[in-house]
């Protein structure tokens, strides 16, 4: 189901078994990842259970330093050759699939074919220390004021892996069928018909020269004057000084060193988070690790979104879904709720803020941390979730999806080795057809490799991450669609959610 380039990053940073290398995701933004490129990546996210991607700007280090006839030498290490063939084939009949309801038998396969010379470019440490020795060219640039704003960290790319040649990647499939057959990586065979039939699909997509497959980062930070700034490994740093951005409107408890919880009042139901006041003065968050957290969590995010009015949450529906094809329209409307929510705004999503001044200002105020939650689950998902997702909303799936993805977390959250685990009967029974590789596609995308002809998987602790995002997003994407209030566009599923799903 993932696009032929995030299949090959990912396979390729595998393989190099180096933990510091992050492969690239999205072709379109491939090249924004050489050397000295700024990435930006909230702080502070709204969840305990998942982290934001790097986001590329339109600035690298020389843009905000003072300009030097000097150009810092790279490093090239390589060059390397990775090659890289997976077959998969199928085998399906009406018998080993009686608990799907299928009516179906027949064969499919498929087969992905790579052959990369890649290089590594990177920056010697001395290199670092020359150019650290210029100052910041204006620390007013309107990209650093809005990321200082929004409690940004920054990073600067220190290696890049990249391509020496051209490459072609091949991707081809079959499906031999008779009867109903439906195969997660091709949610495009549709029909209900019965029959016989070949069908067949074959990719090829071409990566330039150059291209950037993954890439090192460290974090960049602004000295309390302003115009020096390090280059760090420490992460639990933040980019600007603390003074300047020393937590902002929220609600947090704080622990002190005795476990007294105290409130920290400064904008009512904004979002609970919780932190430890260490012996050194530094505060930390704790990280929970027990699912029950997690559906709190995102309980509560569902209360709020119940109160709001349903023109409104109407808008946040239909907008969100008309976005999922632009994950940078979606990450506009993440910052735009991040800096000016009150503001009347005329852009790409202004409509939803526009709609939520309507309510009240004190439910507005504390419902936008909410909506941003969702957005930040949405944007840990692929660009292929995002396509799926949109599938979703528009057949009005995602209250069975999202049971399925809370019966594989809730019993297996806690482990952090490889273990397998079978799909309920009664949970797929809703899901047929298409339906069902829509949501098979969508937790292969997590991490997790689906069996056509036998519901079972088996847990990878890397596939948490991305499936408690997606439990968060088709949760609250649910609660838009059906709330205590307003019975949803079908009524079974809105008398089928349970209560604590529903805010109640």
């Not at 072709?27 to 700024?38: D, E, G, T, V």
């Not at 949610?187 to 020269?209: A, C, D, N």
């Not at 047929?432 to 056509?452: H, N, R, W």
Request: net charge negative; glycine share 4%; charged share 25%.
């Amino acid at each position: 189901m993932s696009s032929m380039f995030e299949n090959i990053s990912k396979d390729l940073v595998k393989e190099l078994g180096d933990k510091d290398l992050r492969p690239v995701k999205y072709l379109l933004s491939a090249n924004k990842f050489r050397q000295f490129a700024i990435l930006r990546k909230k702080k502070t996210t709204l969840s305990h259970f998942w982290e934001l991607p790097d986001i590329p700007v339109e600035y690298t280090l020389m843009d905000i330093l003072e300009p030097s006839s000097s150009v810092p030498e790279t490093v090239v290490k390589g060059p390397f050759l990775f090659s890289d063939t997976t077959f998969q084939k199928y085998k399906a009949s009406a018998d080993v699939t009686a608990v799907l309801d299928v009516n179906m038998s027949g064969e499919a396969t498929k087969c992905n074919e790579s052959s990369l010379q890649f290089q590594a470019v990177t920056i010697p440490p001395q290199n670092w220390k020359d150019l650290l020795k210029r100052k910041v060219l204006d620390q007013e640039l309107l990209f650093l004021r809005k990321c200082r704003n929004r409690d940004d960290n920054l990073y600067v790319v220190t290696e890049a892996v990249e391509l020496i040649n051209s490459t072609v990647l091949h991707d081809s499939s079959s499906v031999n069928v008779m009867g109903k057959f439906f195969i997660p990586w091709m949610t495009s065979v549709k029909g209900q018909g019965q029959g016989e039939g070949l069908k067949m699909r074959e990719k090829m997509l071409t990566l330039p020269q150059g291209t950037v497959l993954a890439y090192k980062k460290k974090q960049l930070i602004f000295k309390k004057n302003g115009w020096d700034i390090l280059i760090s490994d420490d992460d639990k740093q933040k980019t600007f000084p603390e003074e300047a951005i020393l937590l902002q409107a929220m609600q947090v408890s704080v622990a002190d060193e005795n476990g007294r919880m105290s409130p920290m009042s400064m904008s009512a139901g904004v979002k609970s988070v919780d932190l430890k006041l260490q012996s050194s003065g530094r505060i930390s968050r704790v990280l929970w690790q027990d699912f029950k957290q997690l559906h709190e969590e995102i309980s509560q995010k569902m209360e709020a979104l119940a109160q709001l009015s349903k023109d409104t949450q109407d808008s946040i529906f239909l907008n969100i879904l008309n976005m999922l094809g632009n994950r940078e329209a979606l990450q506009d409307l993440m910052d735009m709720l991040d800096e000016s929510p009150l503001d009347h705004l005329d852009d790409f999503g202004g409509t939803i803020l526009n709609e939520m001044q309507e309510d009240l200002r004190d439910l507005w105020i504390q419902a936008r941390f909410h909506i941003i939650y969702l957005l930040e689950a949405i944007m840990v998902l692929s660009d292929t979730q995002h396509d799926l997702l949109a599938q979703s909303m528009e057949k009005r799936i995602l209250l069975q999806q999202q049971k399925l993805v809370r019966s594989i977390l809730e019993p297996n959250f806690e482990y952090s080795w490889n273990i397998p685990f079978t799909l309920k009967p009664e949970l797929l029974a809703p899901l047929q057809g298409e339906d069902l590789a829509i949501t098979y596609g969508l937790l292969e995308e997590c991490g997790l490799k689906m069996e056509l002809n036998r519901p079972v998987s088996t847990w990878d602790l890397e596939a948490k991450q991305p499936l408690s995002a997606l439990y968060g997003t088709l949760s609250l994407l649910q609660q838009l669609t059906v709330s205590p209030e307003r019975p949803g566009p079908t009524p079974v599923y809105a008398e089928s959610v349970p209560g604590e799903l529903r805010g109640i």
